[in-house]
C-alpha cells in the first residue's frame, strides 16, 4: 500500500513564527501535492512538484513555499504565519506520466495547523 | 477559472433512505474521480470514470459520468451510519485536478 507520511498532525505556532509541514511518501511516485482543507472551500491546492527541484504553484500560493530536494519528500514552508493560515494540511502523491496522468491521489493523514 | 461544483453542501439522512451528490464542471473532464474522507481522517480514493457516459457500481454506490463529460453524480442506496463522511469528486482537465467543495452527508440510526 501507498502510504503518505506527514510529519506533524497537531501543530500550534505564532503569529510570524516560520513553519515546516514536512511530507513522505514511499511509492516513488513522481508528483507531490500540498492541499489546505477548510469547512465549506474543500481542498485547494497551494503547491504541487512533479520532480525533484520542480514546484509549481497551485490556486492558493500566497504566504507558501515549497521544496522537494528529493523525490521521497516534499516540504511545505510558511514563511511568517498567520492567523489565516490556521487550516488543515493535506500533503498528497501520485503517479504520473507527465504532470497530470489522471492517476489515483493519495492522501496522508493531514496536519491541523493552528496560528495564534 | 475552472470551477468543479458540488451539491448539495450537507445532506442528513435517516439510515435506509437514499443519497446523491451531484458534480459539475464548467469546462470538459478527461476523467473524473470520487473521494471519500470520514470525520477526522483523510481523503481516500473510490473511483475513476473516463468514459463519458460511464456508469460504475461499488456494491450500494453507483458513479455515473455524464454525457458531455461535464457531469457526475455519486448515488448510495440505502445508506448506513458507516456511509458517513464527506464526497469529494475531482475532475481532471489534463491540466490540473480540480477539487469540488465535498458534500457532507451525515446518517442518523
Known amino acids: 500500500d501507498v502510504k503518505v507520511t506527514q510529519s506533524s498532525r497537531y501543530l500550534v505556532k505564532r503569529t510570524g513564527e516560520k513553519v515546516f509541514l514536512e511530507c513522505v511518501q514511499d511509492m516513488d511516485h513522481e508528483n507531490m501535492f500540498w492541499y489546505r482543507q477548510d469547512p465549506g472551500l474543500g481542498l485547494r491546492l497551494i503547491y504541487f512538484?512533479?520532480?525533484?527541484?520542480?514546484?509549481e504553484k497551485g490556486d492558493i500560493p500566497e504566504g507558501y513555499s515549497v521544496s522537494r530536494e528529493k523525490k521521497e519528500r516534499f516540504s511545505l514552508i510558511l514563511e511568517s504565519a498567520s492567523t489565516n493560515q490556521t487550516s488543515m494540511y493535506l500533503c498528497a502523491s501520485s503517479l504520473a506520466e507527465g504532470p497530470w496522468g489522471g492517476n489515483t491521489i493519495y492522501f496522508g493523514e493531514g496536519s491541523w495547523l493552528t496560528v495564534v | 477559472g475552472q470551477q468543479v461544483m458540488q451539491i448539495p453542501q450537507y445532506q442528513h439522512v435517516q439510515e435506509g433512505e437514499d443519497f446523491t451528490t451531484y458534480c459539475n464542471s464548467s469546462t470538459t473532464l478527461s476523467n473524473i474521480q470520487w473521494y471519500k474522507q470520514r470525520p477526522g481522517g483523510h481523503p481516500v480514493f473510490l473511483i475513476q470514470?473516463?468514459?463519458?457516459?460511464e456508469v460504475k457500481k461499488q456494491k450500494r454506490l453507483t458513479f455515473q459520468f455524464g454525457e458531455a463529460k461535464k457531469n457526475s453524480s455519486l448515488h448510495i442506496t440505502a445508506t448506513q451510519t458507516t456511509d458517513v463522511g464527506t464526497y469529494f469528486c475531482a475532475g481532471d482537465n489534463t491540466d490540473k485536478l480540480i477539487f469540488g467543495t465535498g458534500t457532507r452527508l451525515q446518517v442518523f440510526p
Open positions: 470514470l473516463v468514459k463519458s457516459g
Open positions: 512538484s512533479y520532480d525533484v527541484k520542480m514546484k
